[in-house]
């Protein structure tokens, strides 16, 4: 047993539920292994009342992709465990992924059956990729729909990301770059700054004034190293005093001031007038303190600059997973057709065969329905937005879209929908989905 | 910007907010960096309803503790974004943590206040821990806390944890050892399987039904592969037809049949009698779909043999994070005496001073209290248990339990809590938590 808190290696081939492996070695063994098959990853629904989801994760999906791969340490666990037999082992030694990959661009939104991923290849090269494939997409995914909210609710006033504390360290890292692509403008995690770009800030917390014998000993100690343009944390003893003590401090050009805690929207309005009275016209306030895109929408009706939001985004505001499925729609047979295939299991039932998708939008490109062909690719209108974008091609990426450009395309795709996608009020999805044969 | 899905080197150093290391610079400067401090993390509250938590991520975070040092990779990254000035980019560089840790033994139950780590270093070298230790606490807690109702629930009857695809990938590795720790049998995930020792186990999911021409040949495969003792997955098609034949496919020696849809105790009990018609009478039922503590306390009432937990088991059963919070609670003030602190914010006060614990209990060993001293340890009336343990001395990790060790310490801790702890209604923590001075 080693102890260590990331992979040894690069691989993140044991990111894997056992019995993908199992499956495998019976599949091997009685020949299907080698059956052409599709694999499409979609949500039965949208968390309860929400009104879109956004497609996020595809991009750290293709970066797992291609460290997917069983090295001596990885066969040796599986081989001392008894996991799988040596022809498995064996097959594992060479496994690389060498089919086609479709998917929803990332940052795109999606709906009830939406097939944001399409997987096709042989049965035994998909199959192993069921819980990488779900574990990225069902938690980026459900953070970015979190998120979109959220943002969508502080319309033009900027969202900061500082959730780390609250999930997992390397789930963090995921959430800042997966808020960052719902229009999230900053995060708190300094990793996310590192590996993906997104855009870091921060200042202090409460520990900084408290270790201090008093708060204007801490102000003056943040101005004279940051400089009057820093943000002041000013409610941990009181806020009116420390409000004044900031401007005294900084002068009127004092960047900005957070709030905590209390009622926010009255502190707000309070500290606005107490800043403008002071002359600190342009400096700005920011909110921080559990909030939600709830929160953020009864907060829009007052003086804020700002929204620190982490709880509530890093657990998906109430749904901290998209709940998104991977499931075998079509296969060859053993005539060498492609069949499709679903389960009759009562209450989840599937719909077999491969799925193409398209956005129907009207004539001023508003979104109308999600469109979703089986077998073949549904008829667009002269409106519509074709949504599968090839991802992967004979193994190899073809997809490169940078975090940017997957946040620019969430605008875009977000800005397409009818505008009841923003009410915050739970509801059905904003548009149908609709399937054709 | 680099494309990898793990950190390219074993630091955990930048899993942190930016204003720690902003705080760090500012109190460099200014020379309070280097005054004692006590930080504590603790929770406020229980998750709305439960009677008790479970620590856990303690092993995890001493793994972590000793990987966190900023290497040029890191210092780098800081440096080109300005993140912190040269003074502070140096002091970084030597970074190694070298005070004094406490902590709540990892599988220990906890309440409201409980000081579940104690960290008493200098300011600088405790600020900066603030991100990683809440991290990985305020998740691994969430999980353990879950699992640990899910396992009394369940009595002596097995939980298996196959959650890994609901969440993000590293946070499914982190789910499947708390869950382990807090009662879980097994779990699906490899790299827990590798990483940590946890025994994993799985046979088949729908795919490998449907990717064969029909049942009968899938069943036949798993069963020549895996021998009779295998557990076949029945729902796929018709549940009565697909008993009927994994019994005439293994024989009555079969291990185990697997239903994963439908009302879960009805068709336990119809296919209980079907397999003991059979004269299958030793197979084992094992039923799985999005399965909570409600729900196999419900299924106790049937015959089944064994739960598998997904979704709810990694999202923490509704409380997806602990909601542990991390603070400055005592340092040396200008005359180098430790003086107790605590910000005044209107809803989020906090209790200055270095805090102790015990547990309090009856002559029968019953805990009664969780008894927290300020300051100074509380009085054990004979029959207690102090609580905190040391985990670093003097920067060294010497607390070194094993997985298995903490799964047992759970065990008896959980075992010690008088009975109401284990109803499943919402209600109050199962002891109150009394403050002495």
Redesign the interface.
Known sequence: ???????AG?S?A??????????L???L??G?AE?R?V?EAFGRRLPDGRRYGVVAGT??LL??LQ?FRFAD??LN??RE?K?V?DPTLAWLASYEFTGDIWGYAEGEVYFPGSPMLVVEST?AEA?VL???V???L??DTAIASAASRMTAAAEDRPCIE?G???????????AARAAYIAGFSTT????A?????VP??????????????DER?AFQ??V???GPSTTLLV????VPNAVKLAVEIAGTELGGVRL???DLLQQAREVREQLDSLGATATKIVVT?DLDEFAIAALQAGPVDGYGVG?QL???SGA??A?LV???VS?E??AGELQG????????TSIGGRKFALRRRDPQGIAEAEVIGIGTPPTDDGDDRSLLVPLVEHGERVFTAS?DDARKHHGTSRGELPPTARQMSRGEPVIPTIYEQ
């Open positions: 047993m080693t102890q260590v808190t990331t992979p690069a993140t044991l990111l894997t539920d056992h019995y993908e492996l199992t499956m070695s019976a599949a063994r009685d299907t059956r098959s694999f991009g750290r970066d797992a460290q340490a990885e666990f599986l465990h996991v037999d049965f199959v069921e819980t990488l779900l574990s990225i069902n938690h500082m780390s504390r609250r999930t997992h360290e390397e789930a963090a890292v995921a708190s995690n300094l990793e700054g590192r590996r993906y770009g870091t800030t921060g200042t202090a917390a409460h520990a900084f004034t408290l270790l201090h014998d000993t100690s943040q004279d190293t940051f409610d941990t003893y009181d905590d805690s209390g303190s709880t890093v657990t998906g901290p997973t709940g991977y499931k075998l296969r047979d053993s295939v679903a389960k009759k299991s009562k209450d989840k975090l």
